[in-house]
């Protein structure tokens, strides 16, 4: 199994499959944020994307 983002091997098992790692899992998430919300450029900071999430999270709860 290989994980999506970085193309290396993932371990059966592994806590983060499909991702080899939290990090990867975590630009899955900026890369899918960046379309959902029209993002011109994927997110790869994670504290960035932590702020845009929020902020979405924020939106949500207001509605
Ligand atoms: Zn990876």
Redesign the pocket.
């Known amino acids: 199994m290989k ?6 091997n ?1 371990k059966p098992g592994d806590p ?1 499959i499909p ?3 939290a ?3 975590l ?1 899955d998430l900026g890369n899918w944020a960046s379309e959902r919300y029209s993002i011109p450029a994927p997110i790869t900071d994670p504290d960035e994307l932590e702020r845009v999430l929020s902020l979405q999270q924020k939106k949500l709860d207001e509605a």
């Open positions: 994980c999506p983002i970085c193309k290396s993932v983060e991702f080899c790692s990090r990867c899992r630009l």
